[in-house]
């Protein structure tokens, strides 16, 4: 049984069906990339997995529940896990204030707002863990809106991180980085836990054939090519549409 596994999903908006019939299935520790031309329905298909969407027709199923209808919280609660296009901070409060506060929706934290932040107790602990993790461990007192944007995007995996995911949906995870920032946050992935299932959404595709195992292409709402890196690479339909290479 897969992981996620997305069936006939279909979403209008109006007229325009920016999704159309499309099936997805994610194995549990799989890596997966979705990739397509401006327009082709990544963000529609990441908005409706999360539940920010709802569909016009089909089903969405998460470790073996059907969660087409649920709300946002309960799919996190059930382990999905999102990072965003722009960044998705509490801007004023401080790089372990904001991971301490995303790991408060665990089992036996939740609803306990009044009470300082500690590093001591079991969040602090777990939260100090993550920031290590994304490497902003020695930035625990720095303000978000005051980091670089290569730091605040590691961040914002590390929010994700704090919720304890089955499933972590990276959308645009590079966008806007220097080349640099971008080597920094591929690392930052590739180090990540095999056990979690990564599902990401990106233009680079330098990006794209570092980290997945295999990838799955959309244009105009269709899925249509889905392979191992190497198949995609060398697709002759997928170079023409995306890569911008002319069929010989």
């Known amino acids: 049984m897969s992981l996620l596994a997305v069936e006939q999903l279909t979403h209008h908006f109006g007229g325009l069906a920016a999704l159309a019939d499309v099936n997805l299935a994610v194995e549990l520790g799989e890596r997966r990339a979705i990739i397509g031309p401006n327009g082709a329905g990544k963000s529609t298909l990441f908005n409706l997995i999360t ?5 016009s027709r089909g089903q969405i199923h998460l470790a073996g529940r059907n969660i087409t209808h649920w709300p946002v919280y309960r799919r996190a609660r059930l ?3 999102r990072t965003f296009q722009r960044n998705n901070l509490f801007p004023r409060l401080t790089v372990f204030e904001n991971v301490y506060l995303a790991g408060q929706q665990q089992p036996g934290r939740s609803g306990v707002w009044f ?3 500690t590093r001591t107790d079991q969040a602090g602990q777990a939260a100090a863990a993550i920031l290590h993790q994304v490497g902003l461990a020695e930035l625990p007192d720095v303000p978000a809106n005051t980091l670089a944007y290569g730091q605040q995007r590691a961040l914002e995996v590390a929010l994700a991180l704090a919720t304890q995911p089955k499933i972590l949906l990276l959308d645009e995870p590079t966008a806007g980085m220097s080349p640099a ?3 920094d946050i591929i690392e930052l992935i590739e180090a990540l836990p095999k056990s979690l299932t990564i ?4 233009h680079d595709m ?3 054939f570092s980290l997945a195992d295999r990838i799955t292409v959309l244009h ?3 899925v249509i090519a889905e392979d191992v890196p190497a198949e995609i690479r060398a697709n002759p339909k997928v170079q023409e549409i995306y890569l911008g290479i002319a069929p010989a």
């Open 51 to 55: 539940g920010a969407l709802r569909p």
């Open 79 to 81: 382990g999905l896990g």
């Open 115 to 117: 009470r300082p932040a």
């Open 181 to 183: 920032e971008t080597a």
């Open 199 to 202: 599902l990401i959404v990106e």
């Open 206 to 208: 330098d990006v794209v």
């Open 220 to 222: 105009y709402g269709q």
